[in-house]
């Protein structure tokens, strides 16, 4: 079945330096890619998503590029701010079957970003 | 933007007892979905709907059972709570399709005791 393995717990970072949360994946099919932000006591809500020609997807600072020949789509930034601190999901769409829309999330990586 | 309501936020329950968290979307979409957030294991799918009448088993369904009466309300029913169900858990809606953009409530803590 899908799966999705992010960086595992907690990353800490010093404001201003650069963001990278790995995210790679296993699907049957070629998926369409997510990273979803959910800062404290909020819901999640869509931080990027994946193209299907390829382009580089971009917001608020972030990208993510897939490369499916690592199956991997990492949310990467520059410049991290304290503002960034918060739970971050990536997840993955099954293009395959009934296409029913259902995202697989991985574990979360929480990113604290500190003075 | 999608607006996707929860009731309860917080609840209380008693091992045993029926347990029912109801969500409302406005946005018109067709599908819907329930999750639960756990420390350790992120979002996982319960329950999802195509529209009104369906429901569908996700990936933990046992326990749980849904109701989708209409195009805008989506419950989640724990018939016989139990204390392993205690957790925060997350409806969505989205108009489904494979870059299908998921609208999440503002959650609903759960405590079994």
């Known amino acids: 079945g899908d799966s999705v393995t992010q960086t595992e717990g907690l990353v800490t970072l010093t404001e201003g330096l650069p963001v990278m949360l790995n995210c790679t994946y296993q699907?049957?099919?070629?998926?369409?890619l997510f990273w979803y932000v959910q800062h404290l006591n909020e819901a999640p809500k869509l931080l990027l998503k994946s193209f299907t020609d390829n382009k580089r997807p971009e917001h608020q600072g972030f990208h993510a590029t897939l490369h499916k020949s690592s199956s991997s789509f990492h949310l990467q930034k520059s410049s991290a701010q304290l503002s960034d601190s918060a739970l971050y999901y990536c997840a993955l769409s099954d293009l395959g079957g009934a296409n029913t829309g259902k995202l697989t999330f991985g574990h979360g990586t929480i990113l604290r970003v500190h003075p | 933007e999608a607006a996707v309501t929860q009731s309860p936020r917080n609840k209380v329950a008693v091992t045993g007892g029926k347990v029912t968290l109801s969500c409302n979307q406005t946005?018109?979409?067709?599908?819907m979905y329930w999750y639960r957030q756990d420390t350790g294991h992120g979002l996982r799918l319960i329950h999802y709907?195509?529209?009104?009448?369906?429901?569908e088993k996700g990936d933990i369904p046992d326990g749980y059972k849904a109701s989708r009466p209409s195009q805008e309300n989506f419950s989640l029913i724990l018939e016989l709570a139990t204390p392993s169900q205690t957790s925060v858990y997350f409806c969505a809606s989205g108009e489904g399709g494979g870059q299908n953009t998921l609208y999440f409530g503002a959650g609903t803590r759960l405590s079994v005791l």
């Open positions: 709907s195509y529209g009104a009448g369906s429901t």
């Open positions: 699907s049957t099919y070629s998926p369409f």
């Open positions: 946005n018109n979409h067709n599908n």
